[in-house]
């Protein structure tokens, strides 16, 4: 009788030590599995933000080139303006100084 309970005593333990190791095992594969589903996870929102970074550098590099051709036109313009302007007084520059000399 004792002999049998010592049995079932061994018989219970190794059973438990399985069970144990078994447990130990499906634990370090759900947390494998969870550091693969983050790493995942985090390569996607990082290829997100790589993707919006490209769309926004895009977006800036259009608005530039639109503010920077808007600039030049308006530059042009200006210094047309001041080009005419130079001109008329050039005309009346050298009248007043032919004026002086000859008067």
Do not use: P, W
């Not at 634990?27 to 983050?38: C, F, K, L, S």
């Amino acid at each position: 009788m004792a002999s049998e309970a010592v049995k079932k005593i061994l018989a219970a333990e190794a059973e438990a030590d399985k069970k144990s190791a078994q447990a130990r095992a499906r634990a370090d594969e759900i947390v494998t599995e969870a550091e693969q589903r983050a790493s995942i996870a985090a390569q996607k929102r990082l290829s997100d933000a790589k993707t919006e970074m490209s769309r926004l550098r895009e977006e800036n590099k259009r608005r530039l080139a639109e503010y920077t051709g808007k600039a030049d036109e308006e530059c042009a313009a200006e210094l047309s303006k001041l080009e005419k302007t130079a001109a008329a007084n050039s005309g009346r520059a050298v009248e007043a100084i032919i004026g002086r000399f000859f008067s």
